[in-house]
């Protein structure tokens, strides 16, 4: 019997020990036991083999991802791959995965990253020559910081991302298009965006097993807390950004100053 046989056989023996019948579930889990023990297989590699073959958990780390703005980017990217994005919470930190099958979620993964770093390098231009009447607001105490100014400029950015993968025009395939996700709600279609396996509704299942007490929530934000002239400049920044043909094997290149 080879490895991977022998760990399907070991993955079914576990399966069962989830059984109504008691006198079935046990003999399961001594069956599995008595193989993982004549073959030197820990629980943990079963649960990885699993994991491969099926649903893929990638950690994006916690980096950032208590700004909403983030964090919404992320989940949009995720979801535009066929996966979905989920955040564990951890004190005042938000530890993000991305799950779906393995080169789905590698694939967003390189989006996101991509995306994040346009994003950023927009905010360094927009820092480095803010709107004169922004830096006398903020002097003035009219407006709360640059800061806030900033978040509101990459708030704005990710609304136009959002906007943009939910167009037939784009080369990606959409999402569905909705309101405005860092301000509104946003929802996915059954099309998505450079999808090998689609394996959203199978990473929906995985969550639920492995995670039963997480909750699902609108990607919904307060405007309360907006600048809107940052939010504008943000936006029409956003429109600007390259978005490579993934379909066709385009490297992401770099965003377009408009």
Known sequence: MTKDKLLERIRKLL???????????????????????????????????????????????????????????????????GC?????????????????MKID??????LFTYLLGEIESLVKIECSDPPDEVLEEVALGIRRSLRAYLDSFRRGAVSALAERLGRKDEPQ????????????????????????????????EHIKARYPKTKYFSLEGSRTDIDYLAFSRGYRRGMGIILPDRRRGDAPGGARRT
């Open 173 to 204: 395939g959409p999402i569905h298009p909705g309101r405005d996700p860092v301000t509104g709600g946003a929802g996915s279609s059954s099309r998505s965006l450079a999808v090998v396996q689609g394996s959203k509704a199978s990473a929906k």
């Open 105 to 110: 979620v590698e694939e967003a993964s390189k």
């Open 15 to 81: 399966a069962l020990t989830a059984s109504p019948n008691a006198n079935e579930a046990a003999v399961a889990r001594s069956k599995a036991r008595k193989l993982m023990e004549e073959h030197g297989i820990a629980e943990q590699e079963v649960l990885d083999s699993e994991m491969s073959g099926k649903i893929f958990e990638l950690s994006m780390g916690a980096e950032g991802f208590a700004s909403r703005w983030k964090f919404v980017l992320v989940a949009l990217v995720a979801r535009a791959c």
């Open 84 to 100: 979905e994005a989920m955040g564990l919470r951890r004190g005042k930190l938000r530890k993000v995965k991305m799950v779906g």
